[in-house]
């Protein structure tokens, strides 16, 4: 299957993206195709460049390009990069940018064991799979049973069902499970309330510790995350933001001035002042806007258990008193005494 290893041909089956100029398809390589009606009919998929005969792409070159009614496109191999990009939303999902990000602060390495809640679209998991396959595994976990069945059926269409489990389970009621206690090199959350996730990481963590890492879009939920990250002995807590911007190679030209006379400032005599003169240069330009916030990320590490139980500390302050009016605005919001 193509989502596990890279090939030459495309066969039927393969799930392929489409490339048409800046547009991106994923698409599943079958020769016939239920209708509205359910009958089976031949693939034809339709595009803004015409129809494409989707038999056509059988035994093509992955990269290839392919010949559509009024135009032609490219077939690309679905990378977990393209495939966050096509997929089919059910949820909100996280992109490239913080995914990478992700992948770095959780130290994931071919053969790590990494926990996901929630599950939602599988964008992320289908990078998490990437990166710890072969020998490493993936749990993944949804409460929403509906999107815990249609990922697990994705996985096992992608070839890729062997480096995944992906189970239906309310995570911060029922925690990872008796069987992953002590197993998992990192945690990652992507949940409303991330920090009664906390313990349960904890548990399911390695002896020797490990990472963690959770995705909020606000910052109150940063707060009660690396509280409960400190109350439990992680350290090293760290929040941020991951904002990508991409600079335009483009010409620009500016008035540049003849400084020439400065040489000249002590001479008895006024030296003149030559007008500017306009210089085209190549220059990596700021876009207009960049792109605005996701969420912030927050990673922390749970030492080795010898090392955790004499760190287990109460966090710096609580949000009770984090609330008191007599706090005022005085409170840090993320800070505790590791990342000061
Ligand atoms: C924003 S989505 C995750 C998107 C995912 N990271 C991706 O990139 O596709 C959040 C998911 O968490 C699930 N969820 C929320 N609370 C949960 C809980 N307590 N246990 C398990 N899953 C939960 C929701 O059903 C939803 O599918």
Redesign the pocket.
Known sequence: MSFKNYKDKIEEGDTVILYLSNNLYALDVQRMIKNKKGEMVENVFQTPFGALKVKNLIGADYGSRVELSKGWGHVLQPTPELW?LT?PH?????YTPD?SMIMLQLDLVPGSVVI??????????HALIRRVRPHGHVYT????EH?AKVASEEFQAHGIAEFVTAQH?????DGFGDDLKGKADAV?L????PW??VPHAVAAMKEEGGRFCS?SPCIEQVQRTCLALQEHGFEELTTMEVLQTELKVTRRTVPVRDLSFLRHKSSEKPVEEKPSGDTTFVVGAWPPSTPGHTGYLTVATLPPLFARSKKVSKPECSLEEQDSPENGDKMAVVGTEDNN
């Open positions: 966050s997929l059910r949820t909100q999902i996280i995914i996901e809640a929630g599950t939602g679209s599988g964008s992320l998991t976990f949804d409460f929403h999107r389970r309310d995570v911060l009621s990652f992507d949940l409303p309330s009664l996730g995705f």
